[in-house]
Every structure is written in C-alpha cells, then in structure tokens.
C-alpha cells in the first residue's frame, strides 16, 4: 500500500503525465475481472437503479479515475466529488460497484465489499502523487480500508509502535464494522487478523491486541453503575500490584476489562476510576502506550482524533504522525467529523479547517478540506 504521508509539497502542481496508454497487463487484468463481476452479478437480484443526476455524477468521477492509465488524473474533479458526496457513503457504494476494473465484487468471507483492484494500487504512487493516497482511500470499502490499514501496520510500520494503528482500528469503529474489517482481511490475505496479530508482535501488547481486535461489543446503552465501581477496583488493584517486571498490559483483569465491556459501560468505569483516585486512568498507564491509547480512543474517539490531527502539525511530527493526517480525515469523515471539528478547537483555540489550510497544501489541502467540511 503506498506510503500515507501528509503532504508538504509546493502549492504549485506538477504538470500532468505524458499520456500513454495503460500496461496490456492491466488491460487483460480489467476485462477477466469484467467477467468475474458479471457472473456475479447475474447470482444477485439487480440493485434498484439509482437517479439519472446519481448516474451523471458517478461518470463523471469514473473519468476522474480513468485517468490512472497514465493519462493524468483529474484533482479539480475528484476534489469536488469528495465535497459533494461528504457524509453519503451510499453514493461512493454505487460509484464502486459502477466502476468495474478498478473495484470488483467480493464473495465469501468478503461478500458485500467492493474490493480495490491490486493491480490499480500499484500504480497509486505515481498517479496520485499529488492527492497522496487520500482520494483512493477516500474511494475504498471501509472494511477494506481498514483492513489494509491494519495489515501496513503489522508489516510496514518502520520501527513505529503497529499497535497504534490497530488499536484505533479496534477501538473506535462500530462492532459491526470491526468484523467487518477482519472479514476483508481474510479475503485480501488468506489469513485472520487476529492470527497476525498473535504471530508477529512478539512483545507484551500482544495479547491485549488480539483481545481488542477480536471484540465484539454490546453497542445499547444500559450501564451497571455496580459493575463500573467493581472495575474500577479492580484496576485500581492492578495499578498498585504492577512492576517492571509485571506489566499492566499483561495483567489478566485489564486486558478482560477493555477487551470486552461496551464502550458506555467503560467510560461508566473511567469516571468511577477518576472519582476515586483523582486523575484519569490513563496516568496511571505511563510507560504503556499502547494501554494508554486503548482508554483514549474507547474513552472519546473525537477527543483522541483531534489530539492525533494536533501531533501532525507539530514542527518534529515523524512521518507517522504526519501519514495520521490522511487516516484520521478519511475514516472520520462521515462518522463524527463534526465533534472532532469541536474537539480540536478546545484543544488548540483554533479552528481544524484554518490548521489544515495553514499546514497543507495544493491540491492535498483542498481534498482534506472537501472531507472535513469547510
């Protein structure tokens, strides 16, 4: 998967690719799955046709697309569909299922997701250089999106912490949409996430990762103020009976407690926690980030996002600081872009959109701002 960097290139855009006509390999590599999609299809009940401005629209962003083939691709275009279609995931469903070649049809452990060719994401890098990899991901299934996120993570994350990324991955999306992604993971690799996950991370975060990315969470709203206070004794226990040699993250009632409570019932359990004690659990956490980021994002997703868009536009943000830009804006944006907008401005006395329009730029700037909302 191409690098997900923030941009800090110059506002002034390269000029367009030579046009050329797109490698025969990926030309024969369309019209097989053509094909595939076809018979696919003809196994389905046909989907209600959608409205003739619908169909006009989705064209329209089709040959935006188009131009991966080496005829330069359209910003100004895509940049307007991202503004334009913000908050309606529906209307980038039917644009994926429109556009056959780049997007086909998954069955099995998949079924239901329009997965992104790979033949396409190889030629990412270059044709998209200018939007990074905002406008694909943009475009993915977010099981799918997520499920590559997730897998960069274990296998590309140069050094960084790979629990970050999966730990936002588990711990803020919906139950639903957590298996979701682990269906897309077994359908693009063959192999279940959480095996990865147990396999590869030889450290102590591993069996709160598997526990975290295997949850399957009540989502209503009832709340056992009896069981919040129980817990939070309960980590209050293992606060104190913790050591260097024994950590927290190890410890068998902390990894039970957020790997399976629901989210309403876990902040029940914080505030009880802070009451008692008189900071916030995640102080007591120091020295454990992956803990650490665990409470964050099941505490306050919009709360933990806004910190995450904050450490990019620091003047010493590494390169993953910076690659969370992209992440945080797409995946958030037809979630709760909007508490994240209110979250950063108590943060840090300004507004995202000003931040962003101060810390990016070209056509970058303007597609995050087209997800955000101006």
Request: net charge neutral.
């Amino acid at each position: 998967m191409p690098q997900q960097v923030l941009a800090q290139a110059s506002s002034h855009s390269s000029p367009p690719a030579t046009p050329q006509p797109p490698p025969p390999r990926l030309r024969q590599a369309t019209r097989k799955q053509q094909e595939k999609d076809t018979q696919h299809r003809e196994r389905e009940p046909p989907p209600p046709p959608p409205p003739m401005a619908a169909v006009d629209e989705n064209e329209d962003l089709i040959r935006a697309f188009a131009g991966m083939g080496g005829l330069g691709v359209d910003e100004a275009a895509l940049v307007s569909a991202m503004g334009r279609w913000r908050m309606q995931p529906e209307r980038r469903a039917q644009f994926r299922r429109s556009f056959h070649g780049f997007f086909s049809v998954s069955g099995g452990a998949a079924a239901g997701i329009e997965r992104c060719e790979d033949e396409y994401l190889r030629h990412l890098e270059v044709e998209f250089a200018r939007l990074k990899d905002a406008a694909v991901l943009w475009a993915m299934h977010p099981w799918e999106r997520d499920a590559r996120w997730a897998h960069h993570a274990l296998h590309h994350h140069g050094g960084a912490p790979a629990g970050v990324a999966l730990v936002e991955v588990a711990c803020t999306r919906a139950a639903d949409d957590l298996l979701g992604a682990r269906r897309a993971y077994q359908a693009l690799h063959h192999r279940s996430l959480e095996e990865d996950v147990a396999y590869l991370l030889k450290d102590p975060n591993a069996a709160l990762l598997v526990g975290l990315v295997t949850a399957y969470r009540y989502e209503g709203e009832r709340v056992s103020e009896e069981l919040a206070a129980e817990e939070a004794k309960a980590l209050a226990a293992a606060v104190v009976k913790a050591s260097p040699a024994a950590k927290l993250v190890q410890n068998e009632q902390v990894v039970r407690i957020l790997a399976t409570r629901s989210k309403p019932q876990l902040r029940a359990t914080f505030k009880i926690y802070k009451d008692l004690h008189g900071k916030p659990l995640e102080d007591d956490f120091v020295g454990e980030p992956c803990l650490q980021e665990a409470v964050r994002c099941l505490y306050s997703p919009p709360k933990y996002f806004a910190e995450v868009i904050g450490r990019a536009f620091m003047d010493d943000a590494d390169r993953q600081a910076k690659a969370a830009l992209t992440r945080v804006v797409v995946s958030r944006a037809d979630v709760d872009m909007e508490e994240i907008k209110d979250a950063y401005a108590k943060q840090h006395g300004a507004k995202l959109v000003d931040a962003v329009a101060s810390n990016t730029h070209g056509h970058y700037k303007d597609a995050l701002l087209a997800m955000i909302g101006k």
